[in-house]
């Protein structure tokens, strides 16, 4: 799975209004009784905007986590990496998305697709984490 766009939430901030109540049609609603303020996205997804991007991913390697093609990942790069995160790795020029697995012997990069092959490094080789991915934002339409 490759990264295709890449967006920084740095300077987002937009309060969007949330009701915790049905929408009612034809009649005034009662639901302002209800009204609990807005709700910023970012605030409810960005823990930490300084080191905080989206990208856009394509791709197949991440299916069974419901991270598809299209999808977009919310990165955070202040995080540091753990076994069994989600993780944003670079390899070459293309950055991919993959699950990072820690042993004694070194690192695999999983691939949560069973149709697509791991990748092995070994104790003592590089590798360049880019980020951990904390979000997936999945679109429906």
Same mark, same amino acid.
């Given at each position: 799975m490759r990264v295709i766009a890449v967006s920084d *939430?740095?300077?987002?901030?937009?309060?969007?209004?949330?009701?915790? !109540?049905?929408? &009612?049609?034809? +009649?005034? =609603?009662? !639901?302002?009784?209800?009204?609990?303020?807005?709700? !910023? *996205?970012?605030?409810?997804?960005?823990?930490n905007p300084e !080191?905080? +991007? @989206? *990208?856009?991913?394509?791709?197949? /390697? &991440?299916? /069974?986590?419901?991270? +598809? =093609?299209?999808?977009? @990942?919310?990165?955070?790069? $202040?995080?540091?990496?753990?076994?069994?995160n989600i993780v944003v790795v670079q390899l070459g020029e293309d950055l991919e998305v993959?699950?990072? *697995?820690?042993? $004694?012997?070194g690192v695999t990069l999983g691939s949560d697709n069973p149709s697509r092959p791991n990748i092995r490094f070994e104790k003592g080789t590089s590798l360049s984490i880019w980020g951990v991915v904390v979000r997936a934002i999945h679109h429906y339409v």
């Open positions: *939430l740095a300077e987002a901030g937009r309060e969007k209004p949330i009701v915790v !109540s049905p929408a &009612m049609v034809g +009649f005034a =609603s009662p !639901s302002l009784d209800y009204y609990e303020g807005g709700i !910023s *996205l970012d605030k409810h997804l960005v823990a !080191s905080t +991007f @989206i *990208l856009k991913i394509a791709g197949d /390697s &991440m299916l /069974s986590v419901g991270i +598809f =093609s299209g999808d977009e @990942i919310i990165v955070d790069r $202040s995080l540091h990496p753990q076994h069994g993959k699950r990072l *697995l820690i042993d $004694s012997g």
